[in-house]
């Protein structure tokens, strides 16, 4: 079967273009459809332990048959490998110990999706516009012209130049040149074989954020400027850990990342949230998405305080009916309905979960999202000389759209990239 990258009319258009945003497959568990953010899992046969004094690492652990696993980035915690099943059992034994300050398990982390299929993205710059399908049976309402962010316009000021945007996923397919050229490093914290993206998640939210803008093909990212830091956290199924994540973090700060995105979710890990914060501490914007469960529930690492937890929208400015949402703990939306990016031009997973094309096409959920306020962190950060994560924090998050209805969905409104830069 011949699949050619799914161009749908679009081409990438100039700066005062239309240009494509990003889609939300994301990442662990792969066969949970809808959301499979909502229902993380643990690794079996591994946990993470963190000792009040490494030197009593080895005796403590031996005194349960275990051995002193690899160190998690910078936050002091190990991975321990040990029997499966006995995980709960060995947390609760090592938690007792005087030597332990935690021990808790690895969580699986899982991307926010809510997969439906549009073909074309109203997210960067609309008019209004109505759509039908390729296959002519599905219409799509007008857009809300004010429902996009504004991307058009922030390139009169600012294309992100300089900045490196740290995309925590399933890689970044080296086949799509769209994107490709614009990954400055590649590294896999994950249990695949290669830094390849072969899932599909990764390359559709990377393309959100930075792919190649008037280069006469494709689409183009939210801040076309940037580069990409392409740290594979997720394997070939979409499957990730706390740890990985972790490990994904510490990488992204050694190397330069300005801001890091996480277009996924966890249950809450102190490991993880250590991690969070001494990138933080740091000085780097972290966003994530807020998850796709329709609900309040927490996730993480978007419900950590150092992180941009972000909402989904959809084309007339109202939240996505998956998006979900608490203006006690999510902070901001962006669109995440009928997002196009590019994907990998080799088979990947979710061409045959979703039909999704090889190259480009569409895709929603709070993945997209977080793609989007990332990027528009970038440009804040290119913009303003002098900035401090905590000023581009509080830049990106005062300047969104409020949007009248949605109070209680999010503390700010929806992203605004062009008030952002300015």
């Not at 740290?166 to 990954?183: E, M, Q, Y």
Request: charged fraction near 15%; include cysteine; glycine fraction near 10%.
């Amino acid at each position: 079967m011949q699949i050619q990258a799914k161009m749908l009319g679009m081409e990438k258009l100039v700066m005062a273009s239309f240009a494509a945003v990003v889609l939300a497959l994301g990442a662990l568990t792969v066969a949970v459809p809808g959301n499979a953010a909502t229902e993380p899992q643990q690794v079996t046969g591994q946990i993470l332990v963190k000792f009040r004094d490494n030197g009593a690492a080895a005796d403590v652990l031996r005194q349960h048959g275990l051995s002193e696993g690899p160190g998690v980035g910078s936050t002091g915690a190990h991975v321990v490998n040990v029997p499966a099943g006995k995980e709960s059992q060995l947390i609760d034994a090592l938690s007792r110990n005087p030597a332990v300050e935690y021990a808790e398990p690895d969580e699986t982390v899982t991307a926010a999706t809510d997969d439906q299929y549009f073909p074309r993205q109203y997210a960067l710059q609309n008019t209004g516009q109505s759509f039908t399908n390729t296959a002519g049976t599905l219409t799509v309402a007008g857009s809300t012209p004010d429902a996009d962010v504004d991307a058009v316009e922030a390139w009169t000021v600012a294309t992100g130049s300089g900045i490196k945007v740290a995309v925590l996923d399933s890689g970044v397919a080296t086949d799509n040149p769209d994107i490709n050229p614009k990954v400055a490093l590649r590294a896999n914290f994950s249990t695949a074989a290669t830094n390849e993206d072969n899932y599909g998640h990764g390359t559709h939210v990377a393309g959100i954020v930075g792919a190649s803008a008037n280069n006469t093909i494709g689409v183009a990212g939210v801040c076309p400027g940037c580069t990409v830091l392409a740290g594979k956290v997720l394997n070939d199924s979409g499957i990730g850990s706390s740890s990985s994540l972790a490990n994904g973090i510490d990488w992204a700060v050694t190397n330069g990342a300005k801001v890091i995105n996480m277009s996924l979710g966890v249950r809450a890990s102190r490991t993880l949230e250590t991690a969070v914060n001494n990138a933080w501490s740091k000085g780097v914007v972290l966003v994530a998405a807020a998850g796709n469960g329709g609900n309040q529930s927490k996730i993480y690492p978007g419900a950590y305080p150092n992180v941009i937890a972000v909402a989904a929208t959809d084309n007339a400015d109202a939240k996505a009916s998956f998006s979900t949402y608490g203006a006690s703990w999510v902070d901001i939306a962006a669109p995440g309905v009928n997002v196009y990016s590019t994907f990998p031009n080799h088979p990947f997973v979710l061409a045959t979960q979703n039909n999704r094309s090889f190259g480009y096409d569409v895709g929603n959920g709070t993945s997209m999202s977080s793609a989007i306020v990332a990027a528009t962190a970038a440009l804040a950060w290119s913009s303003h000389p002098g900035a401090t994560n905590t000023s581009v924090r509080a830049n990106v998050e005062s300047t969104a759209d409020k949007i009248s209805g949605t109070g209680t969905f999010w503390a700010n409104g929806r992203v605004n990239a062009d008030k952002a830069v300015r």
